[in-house]
């Protein structure tokens, strides 16, 4: 496999891991353009590299997230499909990717503008949803999300070329101290850990069940965490944590009896599409990584009686 050499992000083809600067910038948005958000909020994200917005959604459209949450889950032909990904150690539900496809309440979600107008300001940028996740993590049998870049994945094994794009994960659950929370390292974004090793082929099919390749050694993560202090993201269900793409995080297994059911968005800048993936493989399926039909989603202001209408009415 070989990698181009203008590969500014390179990893994965070294022996040694390295830590080295990122070198894009982390809030794009260039003044005077309208925040849809306070400026505290937006320091924050800039300096950390995640924030938390509490209550983005109403106890009531939570609820319809809920249901429909739920309807996916029980729908007994979708777990057959490979957008389904199961546990590693059982026949539990980890993971739907590609969510609007089959929900056409989180497709009209992946619109809302209290989602797509954050990523179009902090990434300067009209924005496509690069990928989209259902995690269960459900009581008892959710396991652990292992420490990660999601952007040292989605550029080795996707072709993205720079930090431009950010998550939302959106809370259809209380996510408590006990039930495995997102985690993350605040300013680790400010750093790109070129990690040792390699990529196995069609890596993703052991990856999205359990990561062991592109993931920062201990060392590294010691270093990332010297003289911090780990952020775990606790909410109510309906509170949204927008983080950028570079941002270390993982998540601990669940073994307690309360689910921690979270929907994320990937918003991707449209000046960021995907080229080839850096490692030299093949492509990653489409209901992972978005490639074909790329158009900008408009922001549509969606409000709560559009979501309570019952999803086969949308
Ligand atoms: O490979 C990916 O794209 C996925 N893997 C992880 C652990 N986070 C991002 C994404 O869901
Ligand atoms: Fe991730």
Redesign the pocket.
Known sequence: MTSSANDCYRSRFDAVERIVPRQDPVVYASRPARPPMSEPRILDYGDNGFVLLENLFSAREVACFQEEAQRLWDDAELGDREEAIIEPDSRTLR?LFDVPRFSPVFDRLARDARLVEWARYLLDDEVYLH?S?LNYKPGFEGRE?YW?S?FE??HV??GMPRMRALSISIALDTNRASNGPVMLVPGSHYHFISCAGETPEEH?KK??RR?EYGVPSQAGLKQLTQGNEIAVITGGAGSALLFDCNTMHGSAGNITPYSRTNL?FVYNAMNNQLQAPFSGQKPRPEY??RRADITALQPVSYREEDYLVRAQYL
Do not use: N, V
């Open positions: 993971s990928q996740r999300f990660h999601d994945t989605w094994e996707d993703y990856s999205l990561q994320f992972i990584a």
